[in-house]
């Protein structure tokens, strides 16, 4: 099985996990807890990693939301809580979501063998939000350290596909408005913000093509039993949080 074989069969649902405790119950109680609504809990949580840095570099991470938006969820944030200690308490519930969820699945250490190796032969070179997260410590409890390495490898391949969006001159919010044509209002946008073209079409899949290709090298480090524990602990991973 190629590298590209292993990033088709698990990207979209490592995407799914990695996301999965964004605005869970649980997540958005906590956040509460220390004075965030979901939503910001969700910006100071997920860029917090970057520390207590301004707005537009936090937009510069991201992509695709407004930057007014982003601008007021992140500035009204940090007034309340430092955004490291933000980062923190949203990765502890990322955690906590694993090992209420993933208690008992086969295969997990073996999936965190796998994809330790692929984060750790990434260039983080441009990949901002990939670096500020790898850059955290992975539990010792299988549950939370796969969760974890999903959250991690979902922000390796979200990074790269910004930089592909860039590099193919597609603003984020048109490469937005064609992945999630129903979540532009959530984004900060009109949803007449732009008309789709045939040739923004086009750049999106090219920027799709050229995001594999920049996968292609981290995911070659894994053998061909890396590479199967990796497709079968997400296969896995995904179908106990989806249950």
Same mark, same amino acid.
């Given at each position: 099985?190629?590298?590209?074989?292993?990033?088709?069969?698990?990207?979209?649902?490592?995407? =799914?996990?990695?996301?999965?405790?964004?605005?869970?119950?649980?997540?958005?109680?906590?956040?509460?807890?220390?004075?965030? =609504?979901?939503?910001?809990?969700?910006?100071?949580?997920?860029? +917090?990693?970057? +520390?207590?840095?301004?707005?537009?570099?936090?937009?510069?991470?991201?992509?695709?939301?407004? %930057?007014?938006?982003? =601008?007021?969820?992140?500035?009204?944030?940090?007034?309340?809580?430092?955004?490291? *200690?933000?980062?923190?308490?949203?990765?502890?519930?990322?955690?906590?979501?694993?090992?209420? /969820?993933?208690?008992?699945?086969?295969?997990? =250490?073996?999936?965190?063998?796998?994809?330790?190796?692929?984060? $750790?032969?990434?260039?983080?070179?441009?990949?901002?939000?990939?670096?500020?997260?790898?850059?955290? %410590?992975?539990? +010792?409890?299988? %549950?939370?350290?796969?969760?974890? *390495? $999903?959250?991690?490898?979902?922000?390796?391949? +979200?990074?790269?596909?910004?930089?592909?969006?860039?590099?193919?001159?597609?603003?984020?919010?048109?490469?937005?408005?064609?992945? /999630?044509?129903?979540?532009?209002?959530?984004?900060?946008?009109?949803?007449?913000?732009?008309?789709?073209?045939?040739?923004?079409?086009?750049?999106?899949?090219?920027?799709?093509?050229?995001?594999?290709?920049?996968?292609?090298?981290?995911?070659?480090?894994?053998?061909?039993? *890396?590479?199967?524990?990796?497709?079968?602990?997400?296969?896995?991973?995904?179908?106990?949080?989806?249950?």
């Amino acid at each position: 099985m190629s590298a590209r074989d292993i990033i088709t069969a698990t990207s979209a649902k490592t995407g =799914d996990i990695g996301a999965s405790f964004y605005f869970a119950p649980e997540t958005v109680a906590r956040g509460k807890e220390l004075g965030l =609504d979901g939503f910001r809990f969700y910006f100071l949580g997920r860029g +917090g990693v970057l +520390g207590d840095v301004d707005a537009a570099v936090i937009h510069a991470a991201f992509g695709y939301f407004s %930057p007014g938006l982003l =601008d007021k969820m992140w500035t009204s944030a940090k007034e309340r809580l430092d955004p490291r *200690q933000a980062a923190r308490e949203y990765i502890a519930c990322a955690h906590n979501h694993g090992r209420a /969820r993933l208690e008992g699945v086969a295969g997990l =250490d073996a999936y965190v063998e796998a994809a330790g190796a692929v984060i $750790a032969a990434a260039d983080d070179s441009a990949l901002t939000l990939f670096a500020g997260l790898r850059a955290e %410590p992975v539990p +010792g409890d299988a %549950p939370a350290a796969a969760f974890h *390495q $999903a959250m991690v490898l979902r922000e390796l391949r +979200g990074s790269a596909h910004l930089v592909a969006v860039t590099a193919v001159g597609l603003p984020s919010l048109v490469a937005h408005m064609i992945k /999630r044509p129903n979540d532009v209002a959530t984004f900060g946008w009109p949803d007449d913000a732009h008309t789709l073209t045939d040739d923004d079409r086009e750049r999106h899949a090219r920027a799709e093509e050229i995001t594999d290709s920049m996968l292609e090298a981290p995911y070659s480090v894994l053998s061909a039993d *890396q590479g199967a524990a990796l497709i079968a602990g997400v296969e896995a991973m995904h179908a106990a949080l989806s249950a």
